[in-house]
């Protein structure tokens, strides 16, 4: 089997679903840094990957896909063979899509958004962000009461969805200390087989 080609920025959250969910699944993955910095995502061959001119991409034999959450979905249902990452059971699917739209939603607008400011001098209300990422936390918080995943009994792409930039909230100025049940969730997350963290934003670039 030929390695799954990642085209990423290593401090993308986005990418970072895509890169974890690989590993737990126990494929490998050739990484592939895109340059922003230079333009590399907009230059024609990359847009062939995505028009939409973003991380991640992955290319898989054939296919070439991106999206983060459409990458999860794919990878599950072509290498769970056990299905418990992508249930087939409806009820279980659509919440795990509930889910995934939170991490493309709340996730993304708040916990997400302060880190572009503070990592990435994003031009960004940070205060806006910072309140919206403590307003889906305590739901989220609430929601993990007496839980150990946020769907079903097992950890599912719903998990890896909303990992990387709760996990990476604090770098965004938005501290989880009150948040005991979010605490939890992550260390179960990371102590996962195969789970990688993602790269470290290197010391100095959080204002």
């Avoid at 940070?126 to 009461?145: E, F, G, M, R, V």
Wanted: with cysteine.
């Amino acid at each position: 089997m030929s390695k799954i080609k990642l085209y990423r920025v290593p401090l993308s959250g986005h990418a970072h679903r895509a890169q974890v969910f690989i590993s737990l699944l126990g494929l490998e993955a050739e990484l592939i840094n895109v340059d922003l910095a230079n333009g590399e995502h907009k230059r024609a061959d990359y847009l062939e990957k995505n028009i939409f001119s973003q991380v991640p991409v992955i290319e898989d034999g054939d296919v070439t896909l991106a999206d983060s959450n459409a990458i999860l979905v794919y990878l599950a249902n072509k290498y769970d063979a056990d299905k418990t990452w992508y249930p087939q059971d409806l009820a279980l699917m659509s919440e795990i899509q509930r889910f995934l739209s939170i991490a493309s939603g709340q996730i993304a607008y708040g916990p997400c958004a302060a880190r572009l400011v503070t990592v990435f001098g994003a031009q960004i209300n940070h205060q806006n962000a910072i309140d919206i990422s403590h307003q889906i936390l305590a739901k989220l918080d609430q929601h993990l009461t007496g839980k150990n995943w946020l769907v079903g009994d097992h950890p599912t792409i719903a998990d890896v969805a909303n990992y990387t930039y709760i996990a990476h909230a604090p770098e965004g100025g938005v501290s989880l200390d009150v948040y005991p049940n979010i605490r939890a969730w992550l260390k179960r997350f990371e102590a996962l087989p195969g789970f990688i963290p993602m790269q470290s934003t290197p010391a100095g670039l959080v204002k």
